[in-house]
């Protein structure tokens, strides 16, 4: 498994197509996060944004592989650990870019409430906005993994319903990004800080769920 990794985190390297996705969530965050806001708030927009991004580099690792090296690397591992790896490599990568932009957020923003009238515990308000991106990555991996192959093979419907998911999930009563993040501003209202373990145990069985049914498909289902 640590070889397909490698080789499916190359391949997305090298492709630089997660470009554009790295680049929206910079503008993003460039746009909507400013020194001086309050820290809890700000994590709470980051954590959003960073859940269509996750969709979106799944969707780059599933359908950035050429066809003849699919096929040697399902014939080789199995069509259900191939797609696995490239799962889990977007994870890894929505992942490594929440953990980055959740440290800049929390340096540049000022550990106040709200009304900037209390003060918030900066190492806290950190690990409760890490706990929220790391929710929102794993649940829009799972909205990625069932909106692209082999769930939906058409573009013109695997995009659309790719965004309508990832709309859904953060603004749905009862989904964990959507919990994690009000869970954050909720906190920053009330200067306290609550860390997301609950969301972010939901996240992580969604995704798992969703995860398995992509890879028990794959099998079955030729690109």
């Known amino acids: 498994m640590t070889a397909l990794l490698r080789y499916q985190a190359a391949l997305l390297v090298r492709s630089q197509r997660w470009l554009p996705p790295f680049i929206l969530y910079a503008v993003f965050l460039g746009v909507g996060v400013q020194g001086g806001q309050p820290v809890l708030d700000s994590l709470g927009y980051a954590a959003a944004a960073l859940l269509p991004v996750a969709g979106w580099l799944v969707r780059i690792c599933v359908t950035g592989e050429p066809p003849a090296a699919r096929a040697c690397v399902a014939a080789a591992v199995g069509p259900g650990r191939a797609h696995l790896a490239r799962l889990l490599v977007a994870l890894g990568a929505a992942v490594a870019l929440g953990t980055v932009a959740t440290v800049v957020v929390a340096w540049i923003t000022d550990p106040v409430s709200s009304d900037h009238q209390t003060r918030v515990p900066p190492l806290p308000a950190a690990a409760a906005g890490l706990l929220a991106a ?13 909106t692209t192959w082999p769930l939906l093979r058409s573009t013109g419907r695997a995009v659309p319903a790719l965004l309508l998911a990832a709309l859904l999930s953060l603004v749905v009563s009862g989904s964990p990004a959507q919990a994690a993040i009000s869970g954050l501003v909720t906190g920053s209202q009330s200067a306290k800080v609550d860390f997301p373990l609950l969301p972010l145990a939901g996240a992580a069985v969604l995704a798992t769920a969703a995860i398995a049914v992509a890879c028990a498909l794959t099998s079955r289902r030729s690109p």
């Not at 790391?134 to 069932?146: D, H």
């Open 134 to 146: 790391l929710a929102c990555a794993l649940l829009g991996t799972a909205v990625g993994a069932l």
